[in-house]
């Protein structure tokens, strides 16, 4: 990650305020010749001086590490993990972490010990499909006194994914999708006998969840039960009678969710991409991920 090598300082809204009680001050003294309000408008002056390189130095030895961020789906959130690291000897106190590509997205740390780190997630909407650079990231510090606010640059290469919206019909096709291969597969229904949970998959249906793990502090997890499904499913984007490319996306999303909740075997059929039927996490995200970085121009 390449850092920008000296911070930089800019004036607040504070400092405009300052600068107009002091201009008023200065008026004030010059017209009535008063010493008092020399003093202090002098004294003033000096601490708003003073505070700058002190907003300065709260930076100093202050780095960041960005993590990998979880894929997500458009509409949604992305959560960014960064370690913010203070290797100085000194305690930092009220460091920002902005965003700047994202609608100055924020969040604030109050103090980092001395030689240690502190971690925070930064969270911003993903309003795209496909893979994202984060770009650049902003250490800012205002402390002590807000006159002046005192910016660190990164710049990270990192990316993030972005998968579909999931929108449109939740039941899977059946007609000339269906290959001839018996697959005997345990699967997810209603009304069938509960074979156990699993990890929930974020954008699928909350019906299945199971409620009483989440309120005895437990992740999200999904109720399974016991069902017998012959064949595996294609989703093909040829087989959609939708005329935008997107809403076929997001409709081969929803059965990309539904077909892993089930537990049916699925393939997807793209433009010049074919992923043969499978199940689990590792070919859920590969489907998803193709899905993500599909282009208009390979239809």
């Known amino acids: ?118 971690r925070l997630t930064l969270r911003f909407s993903a309003h795209r499909r496909g893979e994202h650079k984060i770009g650049t990231l902003d250490l800012t510090s205002c402390y002590p006194l807000g006159f002046v606010r005192a910016s660190k640059r990164f710049v990270s290469n990192q990316s993030y994914v972005v998968y579909p919206r999931p929108a449109g019909n939740p039941q899977l096709p059946t007609n000339g999708s269906r290959f001839a291969d018996n697959w005997v597969q345990q699967g997810i229904g209603h009304g069938d006998d509960f074979a156990g949970v699993r990890a929930y998959v974020p954008g699928e249906s909350q019906r299945n969840i199971d409620w009483k793990a989440v309120a005895r502090g437990q992740p999200l997890m ?51 991409t074919e992923i043969s039927p499978a199940l689990g996490q590792m070919h859920f995200h590969y489907c998803l991920r193709a899905l993500s970085l599909f282009r208009p121009a390979d239809v």
């Open 1 to 118: 990650m390449k850092a920008g090598r000296f911070p930089l300082a800019y004036p607040t809204a504070g400092s405009a305020a300052l600068l107009f009680v002091v201009g008023a001050m200065w008026y004030a003294a010059s017209s009535q010749n008063s010493a008092a309000i020399y003093l202090l408008l002098f004294l003033l002056a000096s601490v708003f001086l003073v505070s700058i390189p002190h907003t300065l130095i709260n930076l100093v030895g202050v780095t960041l590490r960005v993590e990998s961020a979880k894929p997500t789906f458009a509409g949604d959130d992305v959560c960014l993990p960064v370690e913010i690291m203070n290797s100085s000897r000194a305690t930092r106190y009220g460091i920002e972490l902005v965003l700047a590509d994202s609608y100055k997205r924020r969040e604030r740390l109050d103090c980092i010990p001395r030689e240690s780190a502190a």
């Open 222 to 272: 999904t109720k399974q039960f016991a069902a017998e499904t012959k064949g595996a499913v294609y989703l093909d984007f040829f087989e959609l009678r939708l005329a935008d490319v997107e809403e076929r996306l997001s409709q081969l999303t929803l059965w990309v969710i539904e077909a892993e909740r089930i537990r049916q075997p699925y393939g997807l059929r793209l433009p010049g």
